[in-house]
């Protein structure tokens, strides 16, 4: 299976914006790369994914590096609320997702 | 629309024992996936079922099973309960074909 690489932690300030870094040097073209996060005390939630260009929704922003093997998940505006860890994880259309340990994302007032 | 409901939220067990976890998927996902999470493994993957099929399976021994119904609604079994059954069940929906899984709550087992 095609592995994620993510540094344990990151710090932020509320109100700034996170860059969330991913690393998959061994990603096959059809792997999509998914973010879930997770909440204390939750299960995981679904954040974003993406095959190849950019991709944005109401919660962040993907961008994905031109050759794939990384990738980078953009709170726009970090709140209190976003306090969780984040998987980044690789996926080909099944249920199958092997979840890495994650970034703990703290957010300070 | 009802998230994925799991139930039991909490349970303790003896070693030895046997315990069965339900799992009620978002209506119309016909996909259910189980998870093991613990402090020192962090989230793994059980197994998948689809139409009532077993479709993947993770690297579990052969006291994990489960199966799913007609109905998509899912168990989970283990059986002769060890200490380091210990952890948070999580299962997942999708609807067929989609790639975008929801999570429960979990079911918190703890083996005494």
């Known amino acids: 299976d095609a592995k994620t690489t993510q540094p344990n932690s990151m710090e932020s300030n509320e109100e700034e914006p996170v860059h969330l870094p991913c690393n998959h040097s061994?990603?096959?073209?059809?792997?999509?790369i998914h973010w879930y996060r997770q909440l204390p005390s939750q299960g995981p939630e679904y954040v974003i994914h993406?095959?190849?260009s950019n991709v944005n929704n109401r919660m962040a922003s993907l961008a994905i590096a031109e050759d794939r093997k990384s990738s980078t998940l953009i709170l726009h505006r970090a709140t209190l609320r976003d306090a969780a860890v984040y998987y980044c994880?690789?996926?080909?259309?099944?249920?199958?997702?092997?979840f890495g340990a994650g970034t703990r994302l703290t957010v300070k007032p | 629309k009802a998230g994925v409901t799991q139930t039991p939220r909490y349970l303790i067990k003896t070693r030895g024992q046997q315990v069965t976890l339900s799992c009620s998927p978002i209506?119309?996902?016909?996909?259910v996936s189980w998870y093991q999470q613990t402090p020192g493994q962090g989230l793994q993957f059980l197994f998948e079922?689809?139409?009532?099929?077993?479709?993947n399976k993770g690297n579990f021994p052969g006291r994990f099973s489960g199966r799913q119904f007609s109905n998509s609604r899912s168990e989970m079994n283990v059986s002769t309960l060890e200490l380091g059954d210990s952890a948070l069940y999580l299962c997942?929906?999708?609807?067929?074909?989609?790639?975008?899984?929801?999570f429960g709550q979990g079911t918190r087992l703890t083996v005494v």
């Open positions: 997942a929906s999708s609807l067929a074909g989609d790639i975008k899984a929801f």
């Open positions: 061994t990603i096959s073209g059809t792997d999509y």
């Open positions: 993406g095959l190849t």
């Open positions: 994880i690789l996926r080909y259309n099944n249920n199958d997702m092997r």
């Open positions: 209506s119309g996902h016909r996909s």
């Open positions: 079922y689809f139409s009532e099929t077993q479709r």
